[in-house]
């Protein structure tokens, strides 16, 4: 098992480019999320997903687009990328709710 | 000039010392609970949960403490080695709009010194 794998590692970006940050798990979970960790921060909810179809909205939303056509992906779209938005980004996956997250190892994201 | 980013709580401890990382949660409708580790450059990984029926919970070198009366988490590591040197987060889970959410606090730098 490789457990969540995230694509790109690195990236940097220029203001008001566009770019997906990919996703894939292999453990067959239902729930998927993206969070974002800026310096010295814990993790804040960006989206999340209950199953392939399903997308809500976390605690920072904006400036961001996701979609769950499979159960194994969940791309995490930035459409006009912006300073703000400059951040390690988080995939994490989980069986269901009420369960512990398995988490990737991030992309860190540059926007100049 | 110089940039002041916002800086971690830090806990520093020696080598075969116990570590006590304390955690002050929000929401008191929160169930579950789960602390989680993160190395440098990784992303967090599981250490131990407990749910709210129980006020402690023990794993390997670890113990978890809820006390809800005063929304208060501690994660305990017995003798500390230098690989436990990471941040640590604690994860607070409540229902929100039908769903369970987990909400992560800023996290506590740990730093064993060999």
């Known amino acids: 098992n490789a457990g969540v794998t995230q694509t790109p590692k690195f990236r940097i970006l220029k203001i008001g480019q566009s770019m997906t940050l990919q996703c894939t798990q292999d453990?067959?979970?239902?729930?998927m999320y993206w969070y974002r960790q800026d310096p010295g921060m814990g993790l804040k909810l960006i989206y999340y997903?209950?199953?392939?179809?399903?997308?809500d909205k976390g605690e920072v939303p904006n400036g961001y687009n996701v979609s769950r056509s499979t159960t194994e992906d969940f791309p995490l779209r930035l459409e006009l990328a912006a300073p703000s938005q400059t951040s390690v980004y988080f995939c994490?996956?989980?069986?269901?709710?009420?369960?512990?997250?398995?988490f990737g190892d991030g992309t860190r994201l540059s926007i100049l | 000039g110089e940039s002041v980013g916002l800086h971690l709580p830090t806990l520093s401890v020696q080598e075969g010392d116990n570590s006590i990382i304390n955690c002050a949660y929000s929401?008191?409708?929160?169930?579950?609970f789960i602390w989680y580790k993160q190395e440098s450059g990784k992303g967090p990984q599981f250490i131990i949960d407990i749910r709210s029926n129980m006020d402690k919970r023990q794993g390997q070198r670890v113990t978890v403490l809820l006390n809800k009366t005063v929304k208060h988490l501690s994660l305990q590591i017995a003798a500390t080695q230098p690989g436990d040197s990471a941040v640590y987060f604690c994860?607070?889970?409540?229902?929100?709009?039908?769903?369970?959410?987990?909400?992560f606090g800023r996290g506590t730098s740990l730093i064993v010194h060999p």
């Open positions: 994860a607070e889970n409540s229902a929100s709009g039908g769903s369970y959410i987990p909400t």
């Open positions: 453990m067959n979970h239902n729930y």
């Open positions: 997903s209950v199953g392939a179809g399903i997308t």
């Open positions: 994490a996956s989980s069986y269901s709710e009420g369960q512990p997250q398995h």
């Open positions: 929401n008191s409708a929160s169930d579950y």
